[in-house]
């Protein structure tokens, strides 16, 4: 099987599973009590509203009418409107993406920096200091959540020292970024004092994560009949450790990461609601709260359709380090 | 002295010892062999008799918990013992160097030149996500690096580092390996018979059968050009009809590159088809050594003895060792009494066993036929034998062997094969 | 379910590894304050007391150094003033903004945690276990159809799915009777305990997928057993094989997975209950997002319910490492975290 087929393949089962999503997402209305229009129409719409949206969303046709109706509006980019929000629902979700990537991105790129050296020096140093003090942190990173450590990050650094913000965002990463690179770097430090606080807080869990798994990955792989015969070719030991341990341990460290990636996403929402950034996760508590159906089936929805697209990258990652998975 | 008599090695008191959560495990105790040039040198024994760590322990890469404690490994090269004369009067003899005795990166920058080694497992002794060609030319690249600048790559990464990983991992086309390297491994997968070497370079291990990939093994081994090829059981993970395969090959790229070969190996046909000297080991020790024929021929120590009374026919193709009656003992030291560890299984165990036993010259015919046993000095007398059960109590007397806790407790036996491995 | 052989197994870790020691250590003291609450709990959790409202803990008595100008007799006058906030033994973990006693609340909400967190799993268990061992079972379309709808449950990330059923559902909370006030032990305390009904059905469905892929894996190669294939020879049911040989067999990896889980259901009900989507308010994550609004005067109300939560965390993650070392399922990774 070649690489172009292997993703094709699993790009064909991501896009089964987006309809999945889609779905369920769809059903979820059938599954709340009260009728749907309850939900979809505000709190306090007159019966005369009611009907209207009743009539305007045709949820007197079919069931399956509807379901298609559904479908075709989204291959159109159509997520419906919210007649709480008075927007369109794409618009809103949209609008609030980026952001959540931005978080994301970022904490996904302090895990992998800090975590990976320190899994690989922790095996290295097997029973030494550096050994214990990353494994402890790892206990404790993926025993923590991560609301209360954003919490008692802004108590020592917000509140004690002042150093970053709590709340909101700033500018983006985009502008933060030419701005560096046109040399302002005011405006890119007082991004990094928006983002610093958020990006720790979601990062922490999966760098304590990925130091774990590193961390066993590596001492499984060094302990390994090719690793010594590496050895006894006459390789160095940093090729050894880099070139043959560490690409292998790489792989189910992937592996896991594409298990987790739910994990990573859920964790956004809460960092958000923490920090109060202004990306997907404020927007699904705030429309959970706010009854704004229509904008929390369009979140849902984009959130399974992020989580089956980096999945397609994490796969392609997967398959560049083991070519056992597509060399057949 | 002929030429071809010389010593390439000689192994002095060699110890190693693994400190285990279940006390000291005395893997490898007090052994000594040499090797000379061009011939092939076998070591002979059951599992967990210490072979396997008796040749990691020459290329030290014996590996935690594990620990050469003591002994001596002299290697000939003129050369070494020129540049370290003066810094190490104690680590040179003649033109020999005592490896253990040289700094840690010029020991381990003779893993190539020096010492290679192949090894029981080949399925899972390369590297799964990385291409047999890839895996050869590294060994080759490492030895041209190592010829272009001496000096720092007995110590260094060769420029190879976390960066770099991360630099060629991002940026595909860059890697370590150069194109004349690539050339030569695969003329060496053409010189150990793979048909078709420039597309099977380009394959992964999981698509290599296991004959093959023992001899891509061989390939990479031969990459450094060694003056010693140490194999590890090479043929017992491999089917009978290709083990015979891979011996021939062993045995005329001995004779084509004019290398000594170390044969470890528990299959005594093996050793009576390659090899011209060998040495028996038990439980840590060797018991017995000398030329093909004094050991074979004329056994003195019973366990060879024993271990010889199975094979009818020694050109018989598969004979395996005797099961002999009795268990191999945990080699655990606080369990190690001083007497001669083969006592709870010898037959001809007497009262003079009980006490440590030294090497002794075996017969008068051979030199070099030596054996660690009471009976090369004297007869066997009944009237001195060992009661019946003597070391089935376990009531300390420097005794009680291994019986107590082999067979009964599986971790016991695990820990024991573990360290053979 | 456990051969000798792994218990000799989970001995022998337990007898070498310290961190399977103080993972014990933590379970049981975890366990024994939820159970035993209105005992080791000094003060009703949920007794207000605004004169006492924002002590801290022992140890962390405040002295504020004010300085007012006052205008004396036409001249102004500065006025140093030192008021101390003395911590008491009375509350030896403070208070929060209302006056309740710290130390209770965390006791108590060690009961919620728990309950959630192993109701949540068997539920989680139930399904996946069930739905895995069929999939692994019967292979073919009823294996791809099941993987398939699981690969759907992992793309909503189980927190945000939790949030919405929560949101949708309400919160549905049961009280149930407190033994030991019904006994009349322990008067003073409340009589009775909420559980959230609704969280632990939530936090039960959108964690069983874990349990499927895990319970599916051992099926698969279970059902190739000789033990699966002469029972099927003799005309068992398929319900019958994985009932009574399927299941038992595949029981260790699952029993490692189900005390993961619990850590994992302990943090999800945690979250939860900060964003304010539980039926409960003694739990400590709702302690936490109460706290957020005095960080600045009173630290503790956020600080003591997450080393609560931290504690018991790390009490259950390292149990699940000791059993995973001892009994050496293949799982690693499976599972989600928050
Ligand atoms: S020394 Fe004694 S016990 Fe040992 S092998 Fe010789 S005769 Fe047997």
Redesign the pocket.
């Known amino acids: 099987m070649s690489l172009a087929r292997f993703l094709l393949k699993r790009g064909l089962q991501g896009v089964f599973v987006v309809w999945g999503v889609v779905t369920v997402v769809f059903l979820l209305r059938f599954i709340t009590p009260g009728d749907p229009i309850s939900v979809i129409a505000p709190l306090d719409a007159s019966p005369a509203t009611r009907q209207a949206i009743a009539a305007e969303l045709g949820l007197n046709r079919p069931l399956y009418v509807q379901y298609l109706d559904y479908l075709v509006g989204l291959l159109q980019g159509d997520m419906g409107y919210s007649y709480i929000s008075n927007t369109s629902a794409s618009a809103r979700v949209f609008a609030r993406l980026p952001a959540t990537l931005e978080l994301a991105v970022a904490a996904t790129l302090v895990a992998v920096v800090l975590s990976i050296p320190l899994g690989v020096l922790s095996a290295t140093n097997r029973n030494e200091p550096v050994d214990y003090g990353a494994t402890t942190f790892s206990l404790v990173g993926i025993s923590t959540p991560n609301f209360w450590l954003g919490i008692m990050l802004v108590l020592l650094f917000a509140v004690e020292f002042g150093v970053f913000k709590t709340s909101g965002r700033g500018i983006t990463s985009a502008r933060a970024l030419s701005a560096l690179a046109t040399g302002n770097l005011d405006v890119f430090v007082s991004w990094l004092t928006y983002i610093t606080l958020p990006a720790i807080t979601l990062g922490t869990y999966f760098t304590a994560l990925i130091t774990r798994l590193t961390r066993s990955g590596m001492l499984d792989e060094l302990g390994s009949a090719y690793v010594r015969a590496t050895r006894a070719k006459g390789l160095p030991e940093t090729l050894v450790r880099y070139r043959h341990a560490l690409r292998n341990t790489l792989i189910p460290v992937v592996t896991v990461l594409g298990l987790q990636l739910g994990t990573l996403i859920g964790g956004a929402v809460i960092t958000e609601a923490v920090f109060a950034w202004p990306g997907l996760g404020t927007l699904v508590i705030n429309s959970i709260t706010g009854r704004d159906w229509v904008v929390l089936q369009g979140s849902l929805i984009v959130i399974g359709v992020g989580f089956v697209l980096i999945n397609l990258v994490v796969d392609a990652l997967y398959a560049y380090l083991d070519p056992r998975v597509v060399s057949d | 002295m002929s030429d071809s008599q010389r010593d390439v090695l000689r192994v002095r008191d060699l110890s190693t010892r693994f400190f285990t959560e279940e006390g000291q495990v005395n893997a490898v105790e007090g052994v000594s062999f040499d090797v000379r040039d061009g011939e092939v040198y076998g070591i002979v024994g059951e599992s967990g008799s210490g072979k396997s760590v008796t040749a990691l322990s020459v290329i030290d890469l014996v590996a935690s918990p594990g620990k050469i404690t003591s002994g001596e490994v002299w290697y000939r090269n003129p050369d070494l013992a020129e540049e370290f004369r003066a810094e190490r009067p104690d680590a040179v003899r003649d033109e020999f160097v005592d490896l253990r005795r040289l700094p840690k990166g010029v020991r381990r920058s003779l893993r190539g030149p020096g010492f290679s080694t192949v090894f029981q497992d080949p399925m899972s002794s390369l590297n799964p996500s990385l291409t047999v060609g890839e895996q050869i030319a590294e060994a080759v690249e490492v030895q041209r690096r190592a010829r272009a600048n001496p000096r720092s790559t007995r110590s260094r990464t060769q420029g190879y580092g976390l960066g770099k990983f991360l630099v060629d991992s991002l940026v595909p086309g860059r890697d370590y390996t150069g194109e004349e390297s690539h050339e030569r491994a695969i003329e060496l997968l053409d010189q150990v018979g793979i048909p078709d070497p420039a597309q099977r370079a380009q394959e992964y291990p999981h698509q290599f059968s296991g004959g093959m990939l023992q001899r891509a093994m061989i390939a990479q081994a031969l990459a450094g050009e060694p003056d010693v090829l140490i194999a590890d059981e090479p043929t017992t993970a491999l089917d009978v009809t290709i083990q015979a395969q891979i011996l021939n090959l062993l045995r005329d790229l001995q004779q084509e590159e004019d290398m000594s070969v170390v044969l470890i190996t528990h299959d005594l046909g093996v050793i009576a088809r390659m090899c011209s000297r060998v040495g028996v080991m038990y439980a840590g020790q060797m018991v017995e050594r000398g030329s093909l024929s004094d050991v074979f021929d004329d056994p003195v120590?019973?366990?060879t003895q024993g271990l010889l009374g199975s094979i009818p026919d020694l050109e018989n193709p598969a004979p395996r060792l005797q099961p002999i009656e009795g268990n191999v003992p945990s080699l655990l030291d606080s369990e190690m009494g001083g007497r001669?560890y083969?006592?709870d299984r010898?037959p001809?165990?007497?009262e003079s066993?009980l006490h440590p036993?030294e090497m002794h010259d075996a017969d008068a015919g051979s030199d070099e036929h030596e054996a660690r046993?009471?009976?090369t000095e004297t007869d066997y007398r009944p009237e001195e034998a060992l009661p019946e059960g003597y070391f089935d109590g376990g009531d300390g007397d420097g005794g009680g062997g291994g019986r107590e806790t082999d067979g009964s407790d599986p971790e016991a036996r695990e820990e024991e094969v573990r360290a053979d491995d | 379910m456990l051969s000798p052989r792994s218990l000799r197994n989970l001995k022998r870790e337990l007898s070498r590894s310290a961190l399977a020691k103080t993972g014990i250590a933590l379970v049981v003291l975890v366990v024994g304050v939820a159970a035993l609450a209105p005992l080791v709990a000094p003060h009703d959790p949920t007794a207000q007391n605004l004169d006492d409202a924002q002590l801290p803990p022992l140890g962390f008595s405040e002295t504020e150094n004010s300085t007012t100008t006052e205008v004396v007799d036409g001249e102004v006058q500065i006025v140093n003033e030192t008021t101390t906030i003395n911590a008491t033994a009375e509350h030896p973990l403070g208070t929060d903004s209302l006056g309740r006693d710290m130390l209770s609340r965390v006791v108590y909400g060690a009961r919620t945690s728990l309950l959630v967190g192993v109701l949540g799993t068997f539920i989680a268990g139930g399904i996946g276990v069930t739905v895995g061992l069929v999939a692994g079972y019967y292979r073919g379309r009823v294996d791809d159809a099941l993987m398939r709808s699981a690969d759907v449950m992992l793309a909503f990330p189980s927190l945000v799915l939790a949030i919405a059923l929560v949101g949708l559902w309400g919160r549905a909370a049961y009280r149930i009777p407190d033994p030991f006030v019904l006994l009349g032990i322990t008067p003073d305390m409340p009589a009775s305990f909420v559980l959230p009904g609704t969280v632990v059905v939530v936090v039960g469905l959108v964690n069983w997928v874990w349990f499927a892929r895990v319970a599916r894996g051992e099926a698969l190669s279970i059902r190739e057993q000789e033990y699966v294939k002469a029972a099927r020879a003799v005309g068992a049911s398929d319900a019958r094989i994985i009932a009574r040989h399927v299941l038992p067999n595949a029981l260790t990896p699952i029993l490692v997975l189900g005390t993961i889980q619990i850590a994992a259901i302990v943090l999800l009900e945690s979250a939860l209950s900060f964003l304010g989507f539980s039926g409960t308010t003694l739990s400590w994550g709702f302690d936490i997002a109460q706290g957020r609004d005095y960080l600045a005067s009173a630290w503790w109300i956020s600080t003591i319910p997450g080393v609560a939560i931290v504690l018991a965390v790390i009490g259950i993650n390292l149990v699940g490492d000791w059993l995973r070392d001892a009994l050496d399922p293949d799982i690693e990774g499976e599972g989600g975290g928050v």
Do not use: Q, S
Request: hydrophobic residues 45%; aromatic residues 14%; glycine residues 0%.
């Open positions: 120590h019973p366990y001669c083969f006592a010898c001809k165990a007497m066993c036993i046993c009471v009976l």
